[in-house]
């Protein structure tokens, strides 16, 4: 059953049984038949509001009634006098110039069908597709965000027609010489017909490529008669003789005991590949049994995550470049996607030489080939919302896995998806370090889950521009905005100084951020602490942080070694801990005998451990 009509079924019994459900979204709106013509422009609205976001369906005949706070739909019918209306609908709206445009391609046919006792209408709405948006009525641009619609700002009308602008270079629109029509796949375009034709039959089948032609043109799989790069990757035959690398992805396991049966290339037509892609990482990486789903088994990352990755990766990638996508799978590690091509200079947030380095990538929902683009919302192997990114950051802030980042090579990106969790072990034992410290900034609150999170990712984000990786802006879309508000409200997060205006960047106050307090223990222990060796200096910031921030202000020998350890040793085993803790508590034996630290016996509920001494060690005054 389509999905329209199990909305239609269960709008008919909220109407039959008084009750009420929102079922208005940002795809569907319910609206009455206007009982005159100049009550069309709210209908008009939604329906421009449609064009302009993700398309969508428009029931007439249906409205939405409160009475003494009850809310109920109405059946209200549709009216013959609405016909003229509804023809005229792909005529209403212009361009940023003014310009008519014929937009006949974005409606699909309409229904007219018997509801209770009556009729109502189903107008379909097509999204424009990104290189034609936007389309405005009366001279104002709308957009729909959840169930209404709303008016696009200046900026954001700005900024798609500069896209515009480069879509028309679009990659993969180039013609390919010598490749002719006769190349293309007959039952691959009729596939793609049928999918088009999913909710409401709008292209006939072709019997074959001759009477197919208009239609190839129409979409842009050919063009002077030749053709494209898109037409290729859609429906094209033996589509690695042409395209090369463009139509190829390169799969490898980054792990010593990797077989042959590791190392894997795929060369096809574009929605095989994406699949294939999926195919080889669910075969390639971690699984663990869930116990809540029945024994189900449940791979190290989220699939619907590596969906949209793999997805994006060839939707976004540069088909100028003839350069193949490379997976690189590290068991337990990360998966590594790299893929030709860059981001738009607007994208990036960049300044390396600040005091706190800043990298970041600001989350876009345009397409760079927006034709192909059009042709994956079809198979709905794209959504247009900039759903990957968004997604990205929403899965790692519900602490599923480790911070994602981006690293930049000469005409590829690299995103690296990290397993593990953002609020690791490493980061509840740094909060561990600064309990007393954060609870004075809190007013005597402890931090919350979303807060640690927010800590976490803002942390992580600074420690992988420091090494020259690039982050995901944190933006109203998926940043926890009421949390982080509140940590900026205590003074533990702030403004980047350099960030733009439109999307600020935020860092963590300074003294959580700390990883060291070399200038603290140089002042206190002068040339003395100079002398010693690194793991020395390590344990005594360690030290040094729990004395002054923690709670328990006192630091036993192996809550030090954990520190360490998670701070730049996790992934190894337990016998290699074992080595490590050892190795820490001979270095504060040590230190005690040195007269760096001091003992404190447990007394009452303070438990033992080490704090530091006031100045220099007497015995190595001289």
């Known amino acids: 059953m389509k999905q329209v009509d199990v909305i239609l079924n269960k709008l008919s019994e909220l109407i039959l049984s008084g009750k009420f459900e929102d079922l208005e979204s940002d795809t569907l709106e319910f609206k009455p038949v206007p009982p005159d013509g100049g009550q069309w422009k709210k209908r ?46 792909s005529r209403q709206f212009r361009n940023k110039a003014g310009t008519q445009m014929e937009l006949t391609d974005c409606f699909p046919p309409m229904e007219i069908r018997s509801f209770l006792n009556g009729r109502i209408a189903l107008v379909y709405i097509d999204e424009l597709s990104a290189d034609r ?5 009366d001279g104002v641009a709308y957009k729909r965000v959840l169930t209404g619609d709303h008016k696009l700002t200046d900026v954001e009308i700005v900024a798609q027609e500069e896209y515009k602008d480069e879509a028309l270079q679009a990659r993969e629109l180039q013609v390919m010489q010598g490749v002719t029509p006769e190349d293309l796949d007959l039952d691959k375009l009729n596939e793609y017909i049928q999918q088009l034709n999913r909710v409401v039959k709008i292209e006939t089948i072709k019997p074959d490529l001759e009477s197919a032609r ?108 003839n350069k193949h996508v490379i997976i690189s799978i590290k068991p337990g590690v990360h998966i590594a996607i790299k893929n030709p091509g860059a981001f738009r200079k607007h994208l990036l947030i960049e300044f390396p030489d600040h005091a706190i380095p800043l990298r970041r990538i600001i989350p876009e929902a345009k397409p760079r080939n927006p034709k192909l683009a059009d042709v994956l919302r079809v198979y709905r192997k794209w959504e247009g919302r900039g759903i990957g990114m968004a997604t990205l950051v929403n899965i790692c802030l519900a602490n599923v896995m480790d911070l994602p980042f981006y690293r ?27 309990d007393k410290y954060l609870q004075d900034r809190l007013n005597g609150a402890d931090l919350t889950l979303e807060q640690k999170l927010i800590l976490s990712y803002l942390l992580k984000s600074e420690w992988a521009n420091d090494r ?83 709670k328990a202000r006192l630091v036993s020998a192996k809550q030090a070694a954990y520190v360490l350890w998670y701070e730049g040793r996790q992934n190894g085993t337990i016998e290699e801990f074992d080595v490590f803790y050892r190795r820490i508590r001979n270095a504060f034996n040590s230190l005690l005998r040195d007269g760096f630290v001091r003992k404190v016996q447990k007394s009452g509920r303070v438990r033992a451990g080490y704090e530091l001494t006031d100045a220099v060690p007497p015995t190595l005054l001289t």
Not at 505 to 528: I, K, M, P, Q
């Open 133 to 137: 948006k936007f389309c405005f009525l």
């Open 214 to 321: 208009p239609f190839l043109v129409r979409k842009c799989f050919i063009k002077d008669s030749k053709v494209t790069t898109l037409g290729m990757l859609v429906c094209g035959k033996h589509p690695n003789d042409h395209l090369g690398f463009k139509c190829q992805v390169h799969g490898y396991v980054d792990a010593p005991q990797s077989i042959a049966q590791d190392k894997q290339d795929f060369a096809d037509n574009i929605l095989p590949l994406m699949e294939n892609s999926l195919a080889y990482i669910l075969r390639n990486i971690q699984v663990g049994v869930s116990v809540t789903q029945g024994g189900s088994y449940r791979p190290q990352y989220p699939e619907e995550l590596l969906r949209e990755t793999v997805n994006n990766a060839l939707a976004h990638r540069d088909y100028s470049i």
């Open 408 to 434: 930049f090579y000469t005409e590829e990106v690299c995103l690296y998806l990290r397993a593990g969790k953002l609020l690791d072990e490493r980061m509840e034992r740094l909060f561990q370090g600064f």
């Open 44 to 89: 008009y609205e939604s329906v421009n509001a449609f064009l302009n976001t993700r398309g969508g369906i428009l029931v007439l005949g249906i409205k939405e009634e409160t009475i003494s706070g009850k809310r109920t739909y109405v059946h209200t019918g549709y009216s013959a006098n609405a016909e003229p209306k509804l023809k005229e609908l």
């Open 468 to 550: 020259d990786d690039f982050s995901i802006l944190l933006t109203q879309d998926n940043n926890h905005c009421n949390e982080l508000l509140a940590l900026e409200k205590a003074g533990l997060v702030q403004r980047h100084p350099s960030s733009p205006h439109l999307y600020p960047v935020y860092y963590v106050d300074r003294t959580l951020a700390a990883v060291n307090y070399v200038s603290e223990l140089r002042s206190r222990f002068h040339a003395a602490f100079d002398d010693l060796e690194p793991t020395k200096k390590e344990i005594l910031s360690v030290v040094y942080r729990f004395n002054n921030y923690s």
